[in-house]
């Protein structure tokens, strides 16, 4: 049985979506990061850094695993799915996996940031960060334009991936023309896995309306200063 530390964010979906994908047995953990949860000593005897996700694997001693790419890595390497076991393979798993971690996740996640949350406007990083995260997409999408999924076979660089691109309409990222990409976004969404996954903790209400999206940026903006 595995404890699962998560909120409902892109990053905690991530490992919704692999347990779900792996039909391994878990409890969900909610951490309100509203509350700041995220920095008790509980948690952050779990996780030092005081972030989400992070999992506690009771059939190994208990054995604490954070940062969502290092989770799925884990989960994938426990089961022997979702990664490739050739040298390889593995290592182009691996490289998408890195590219999520290291560029659309911190793009977005900083575009959000100024075209969301902050209460100033500055429109130059909102400007810097929308168009570094289309470049990405861009990459995703000639990659995408070559195979079926980033990996060659589905794997965990495409749950890690998908939950941050399918949120593309909150950061202001324009995905017209790149039709490989949305292909690829109708087909993990069409995955039942990814539908069950998205939905933990909980089902998000829908941000469509503006009062919504504005009540939801200013709980958000709390966030920021812990």
């Not at 570094?132 to 195979?147: A, I, K, M, Q």
């Not at 076979?153 to 990409?181: C, F, M, Q």
Request: hydrophobic content about 40%; glycine content about 8%.
């Amino acid at each position: 049985m595995i404890d699962f530390y998560t909120s409902p964010t892109p990053n905690g979906h991530k490992v919704s979506i692999a347990l779900e994908e792996l039909e391994l047995p878990y409890e969900v953990q909610v951490v309100n990061l509203m509350s700041g949860d995220q920095k008790k000593p509980e948690f952050l005897r779990i996780n030092p850094n005081g972030r989400i996700p992070a999992i506690v694997d009771r059939d190994e001693d208990g054995f604490a695993v954070f940062e969502s790419g290092a989770i799925l890595l884990y989960l994938a390497e426990k089961t022997g799915r979702l990664m490739p076991n050739d040298r390889k393979g593995r290592s182009r798993v691996i490289q998408w996996l890195m590219f999520q971690m290291g560029g659309v996740g911190p793009m977005m996640g900083q575009a959000n940031v100024f075209f969301r949350y902050f209460p100033e406007k500055l429109q130059p990083a909102i400007d810097r960060y929308q168009n570094e995260c289309r470049r990405l997409f861009e990459v995703l999408d000639g990659r995408l334009g070559e195979s079926e999924w980033l990996a060659d076979d589905y794997s965990i660089a495409d749950i890690a991936t998908w939950p941050w691109v399918r949120t593309y309409k909150w950061s202001g990222v324009n995905i017209e023309g790149l039709d490989h990409l949305q292909r690829w976004m109708q087909a993990m969404s069409a995955r039942p896995a990814c539908r069950r996954g998205v939905d933990v903790p909980v089902k998000m209400p829908s941000l469509d309306k503006e009062e919504d999206a504005e009540k939801f940026a200013k709980g958000a903006q709390t966030i920021l200063q812990r």
